[in-house]
């Protein structure tokens, strides 16, 4: 038995390994266009803010890795076409050599790229992206040049790199159209402080939208925003993360959305091809409705998802996601999971959120960096729907522990009386998970 894979991203490498280890016998190829795998995008932020001397470091699995696994990996391999139907593949080596392969089983994991705005001037030298390690290497040779830069776009990727870029004589404009920055994994009360608390070479412009970019002599000079304009000599794109699917337009389904269609096991229209990772959209827990989030959690998840239905016949269902994710913004660890307070009306749901500043350690007072726990309650029932945290320290692992609450749908009557260790040198009796499912009851009962 032979399963091809496209593309060497986290869900395509995921994919190859737990096959390896589900069915050693099984013959895995991956294809890959570049030379590079597992590439980490946020890698150019661990470079400017020196945690790796080089891009080279930012990738999480090496070929040698995969050779190790029994994996064959070709790299500067395009896939040139499919025939779905005879179950062959077509790819070009090196752009040169024609090759093509036989497949049982076929996965899509050809990931996403960041596309520019359409708007006038997109054209402009020195507007930004950097999904893969191409654009990252220009990116940082740019940086390095620049002495303003606009990022548009506060979510995870503008944020993170607004931080990288702080502190090295630059100024840097972070342009979001809403009202609150990371508005799509936070409330905006839980990121007030980080707010407060940007550093002065980070000036924060909300409310507004890209309209258009000027420049001379081929580079982009200025920003035209719906409110004012921004002089700059690089743009940062960090919006639109969308599928790559042009190899296979011609024969597969989409959604609204550009996603492939694929059914409860990641099957496309065509029952022994997969998608998985960037190209598909996942179910959200609690909803009806499945939406786009393009984060490697969700990649690693599907991968792991395909292999098991390729191995096991299509017996395993896919689960769906809270959008769990984390971040650190400065001294500021933020993590999240599940439906946010704001966002929940969108989908039908009457919520009791409860909020807190909790002492997260005992005796040993050092540790203690006075976390905001928020917990999200449906109404109905008081099941667990979200949950965000803002600290100082990093106890992120509080977030796994949640995201696996939402997905056995605990309850604050459930949750108040969860089991947690007491020692006072590391702990309060009554966990402060504790304390927010009795707040919400208490407030349930007003």
């Known amino acids: 038995m032979r399963t091809v894979i496209i593309g060497a991203s986290h ?8 096959l390896k280890q589900l069915c050693p016998t099984m013959d895995v190829i991956i294809l890959e266009k570049t030379q590079d795998i597992g590439f980490i995008s946020s890698g150019i932020n661990f470079v400017l803010t020196k945690k790796i001397d080089d891009l080279t470091q930012s990738h999480s699995v090496t070929p040698r890795d995969l050779l190790n696994h029994g994996i064959v990996l070709i790299r500067q391999a395009e896939v040139t076409s499919i025939l ?13 050599t024609n090759e093509n392969f036989n497949y049982d089983f076929l996965v899509l994991a050809m990931g996403s790229s960041q596309f520019y705005l359409d708007i006038s001037g997109s054209e402009l030298e020195n507007i930004l992206t950097y999904k893969n390690v191409q654009e990252s290497k220009e990116a940082l040779k740019v940086f390095a040049k620049s002495k303003e ?107 609204l959305d550009g996603t492939v269609v694929v059914n409860e096991f990641l099957q496309t229209k065509y029952q022994n091809i997969y998608a998985v990772g960037d190209l598909i959209s ?21 991968g792991i998802v395909a292999a098991e239905n ?62 905001v726990l928020k917990l999200i ?30 997905q056995k749908n605990e309850t604050a009557l459930t949750l108040s009386q969860m089991e947690a260790f007491f020692n006072p040198l590391f702990s309060n009796p009554l966990h402060y998970i504790q304390q927010l499912a009795l707040q919400a009851l208490v407030n349930n009962n007003e």
């Not at 869900?11 to 737990?18: D, E, F, N, V, W």
């Not at 139907?85 to 752009?95: A, D, P, V, W």
């Open 11 to 18: 869900s395509g490498i995921q994919t190859a390994l737990t």
């Open 84 to 96: 779905p139907k005879e179950k062959q593949i077509f790819y070009t080596y090196s752009g040169k």
């Open 149 to 255: 830069i606009t990022i548009i776009g506060t979510g995870y990727i503008g944020m993170e790199l607004a931080y990288a870029l702080s502190g090295k004589n630059k100024k840097i404009h972070l342009v979001e159209q809403m009202d609150s920055i990371l508005f799509r994994y936070f409330d905006k009360e839980m990121v007030h402080e980080v707010i407060n608390q940007l550093p002065k070479d980070i000036k924060l412009h909300m409310n507004t939208s890209a309209l258009a970019f000027e420049g001379e002599n081929g580079k982009v000079t200025q920003t035209l925003l719906s409110e004012g304009k921004i002089h700059n000599d690089a743009v940062v794109v960090a919006v639109n993360a969308r599928p790559n699917t042009t190899l296979v337009e011609d024969f597969l389904e989409f959604n």
């Open 282 to 302: 996942v179910p959200l827990q609690g909803t009806e409705i499945s939406i786009y989030m393009p984060l490697v959690n969700n990649a690693i998840r599907t």
């Open 310 to 371: 390729i191995v096991y016949r299509n017996k395993i269902k896919l689960q769906s996601t809270q959008k769990t994710s984390v971040t650190r913004l400065g001294s500021y660890y933020l993590a999240r999971t599940g439906l946010t307070q704001e966002e929940a009306p969108y989908y039908g749901k009457e919520v009791i959120a409860v909020a807190d500043n909790f002492k997260d350690y005992g005796l040993e007072n050092e540790f203690s960096k006075n976390p």
């Open 377 to 406: 309650f449906e109404k109905k029932g008081l099941k667990l729907i979200g949950a965000q945290y803002v600290s100082k320290f990093p106890r992120l692992e509080l977030i796994n522990l949640l995201a696996n609450a939402i």
